[in-house]
């Protein structure tokens, strides 16, 4: 139990670093890799398919 807490925790982190990550690319940067800002959440969540 404890195991999947610290797993939960550290995904959430995970999720962060990314929507951060991905949060700080100009909307060009963005549109270069094929995104636009409204799929930052799911590509930082991993349930992106584009």
């Known amino acids: 139990m404890l195991l999947s ?3 939960m925790i550290q ?3 995970d999720y962060q670093r990314n929507v951060s990550e991905l949060s ?3 909307d ?3 549109s270069d890799i ?3 800002r409204s799929d ?3 590509v930082a969540a991993g349930t992106y398919h584009g």
Do not use: N
Request: proline share 6%.
């Open 28 to 30: 060009r940067e963005l």
């Open 40 to 42: 930052i959440p799911r």
């Open 11 to 13: 995904a959430f982190r």
């Open 34 to 36: 094929g995104l636009d």
């Open 24 to 26: 700080q690319l100009s």
């Open 5 to 7: 807490l610290i797993r």
